[in-house]
């Protein structure tokens, strides 16, 4: 059965740090495009970063860069999003998703999580 399992969501004051994780089952994550997206109440969802499917090369919107990073253990077989100096207006489910063939911040993946969510608030 193929699933992907988010987890590392939940309360922080403004200007800390969560790490989010994304776990493969039924198939292995390094041949594949990664995203993370988040939806936030009332909005659509929205590109966070992704992870090429080969170069593993990373790539961020611009509304976290800088504070965000996303990496890949193989081993593990798990992608991460590491988020620090967050903001309130980063409050949101936060999902992961993969794709043999894509990468990037369309919603075009084949396999989601659940989501996890997160919030920032004081």
């Known amino acids: 059965q193929v699933q992907l399992v988010e987890s590392g969501g939940g309360l922080v004051q403004p200007g800390g740090s969560l790490r989010l994780s994304c776990t493969a089952s039924g198939f292995t994550l390094d041949s594949y495009g990664i995203g993370w997206f988040r939806q936030a109440p009332g909005k659509e969802r929205e590109g966070v970063s992704c992870i090429s499917t080969s170069d593993e090369r990373t790539y961020y919107k611009e509304y976290v860069k800088g504070r965000f990073t996303m990496s890949r253990d193989n081993a593990k077989n798990t992608v991460y999003l590491q988020m620090n100096d967050l903001k309130v207006e980063d409050t949101a489910v936060y999902y992961c998703?993969?794709?043999?063939?894509?990468?990037?911040?369309?919603?075009?993946?084949?396999?989601w999580g659940q989501g996890t969510q997160v919030t920032v608030s004081s």
């Open positions: 998703a993969a794709d043999a063939h894509y990468y990037g911040f369309a919603l075009e993946y084949d396999y």
